[in-house]
């Protein structure tokens, strides 16, 4: 869901709360300051006149009021807050629902996977064993993603072994794949050994494992190697991005993503993926059926999604089309297809401005007169 207003509201409460807490340590140290001037004054002078000059004083800091007020605006940003909170995050989603069939045995076995792949092997045998299907999830899958987790552990302890012996015994598949995982890893490998400060272990190693990339990733492998003239002091050298976290998450994500792939699994699991890109279309919908709630019977029956809608890169798996005449998605039934002059529109637009083929039609963008029988359909 949309949390910007959320963390709007949050932040005001906490800009309140810095400017209550400096009012208030203003306002201390300087009580503080008149007393210990009051009690320095007193071992000298009259000391019914010192009390009584500190209690004009304290009268004209006066302190409780100063307070109140700061903490006032506090109280008002925090009153404000629960109520952003339950706008942002309890919205009725009901009215973006519609009725879908789903082949429950594929769902379940999306959420069991998603248990097997995020390591939680005991919710995942709990999940299959109150669902009552004990083959949802084919044993060898489950053992895979045991292995690949053991892995990622390993790599989080800083720990290659595991990593480089899976690679080794999958070097092949994974060069076919043209992937620099091999590379990422014998670098950050070469990376620890040269941080122990053995150059010349280094080197050997570097020499029987870069020797294979030396054609195609020279420039990277002379960093490295150079990186070995800085080994007592890499932070303040050309090289301190060596040691970055970052080459450790970014192995790790190339790892996950080569290992599912030779699984035959796709690298995010497909819960998480749908439950993000659901979040960034949602509060689109929700709008939309709240501003034209006549729009919401219409919607239980529609193939296409009710507005267009642009979702992040990482959610786009293939090409679609938008028909510039209708504004639908292109499918199966209405697919793209491209007219004589080179435009393209959905079918079903063709077959409407055409009469199903009757008669020609002029292109909507061009004079071009447009046979309907000579538009060819795209693939994308």
């Known amino acids: 869901m949309e949390l910007k207003n959320a ?21 201390v140290d300087r009580l503080s300051q008149e007393i210990n001037k009051a009690l320095d004054t007193i071992q000298e002078n009259n000391h019914e006149s010192v009390v009584a000059d500190l209690k004009k004083t304290v009268q004209e800091i006066a302190p409780v009021n100063q307070l109140e007020a700061s903490q006032k605006e506090v109280n008002g940003a925090l009153t404000k807050y629960p109520k952003a909170l339950d706008k942002t995050l309890n919205p009725d989603i009901s009215t973006a629902y519609r009725k879908v069939e789903f082949d429950t045995r594929t769902v379940h076995q999306i ?14 045998d709990s999940f299959i064993s109150e669902i009552g299907e004990s083959e949802l999830v084919e044993s060898s899958v489950t053992k895979a993603f045991m292995e690949m987790n053991m892995i990622l552990d390993a790599m989080e302890k800083r720990d290659l072994g595991p990593a480089l012996k899976w690679v080794a015994s999958n070097s092949e598949k994974i060069k076919e794949a043209k992937s620099d995982l091999e590379l990422k890893l014998h670098s950050l490998h070469f990376l ?19 020797a294979a990339y030396s054609s195609s990733c020279l420039p990277e492998i002379q960093k490295l190697m150079c990186s070995l003239l800085w080994n007592r002091n890499l932070i303040k050298s050309p090289y301190s ?16 993503r080569q290992y599912c792939k030779l699984l ?14 659901g979040s960034q279309v949602l509060p689109t919908f929700l709008k939309y059926l709240t501003v034209m709630p006549e729009k919401r019977q219409e919607w239980q029956t529609m193939k296409q999604l009710l507005v267009p809608v642009e979702l992040s ?14 504004k639908e998605h292109s499918s199966e039934d209405n697919p793209p297809m491209r007219l004589g002059c080179g435009h393209v529109l959905c079918k079903q637009s063709i077959n409407r401005m055409s009469r199903n083929g009757s008669r020609s039609f002029k292109c909507p963008y061009c004079p071009t007169d447009i046979d309907a029988s000579q538009c060819k359909q795209l693939y994308f």
Not at 7 to 27: I, N, P
Not at 244 to 254: F, G, H, I, Q, R
């Open 7 to 27: 963390k709007d509201a949050f932040d005001r409460v906490a800009k309140k709360q810095k400017l209550c807490y400096s009012k208030t340590q203003e306002v």
């Open 111 to 124: 959420i069991a996977q998603f248990f097997y792949r995020q390591g939680m092997y005991d919710i995942g």
């Open 192 to 210: 620890e050994i040269a941080k122990d400060k053995n150059s010349k272990e280094a080197i050997n190693y570097a020499r029987k494992h870069f």
């Open 241 to 256: 991005d060596f040691l970055s976290p970052v080459l450790w998450t970014n192995a790790a994500k190339e790892l996950t």
């Open 264 to 277: 035959g699994e796709s690298s995010e699991s497909p819960l998480s993926v749908t439950v993000a890109a």
């Open 313 to 326: 890169e990482e959610y786009r798996f293939y090409s679609v089309f938008v028909c510039p005449v209708s």
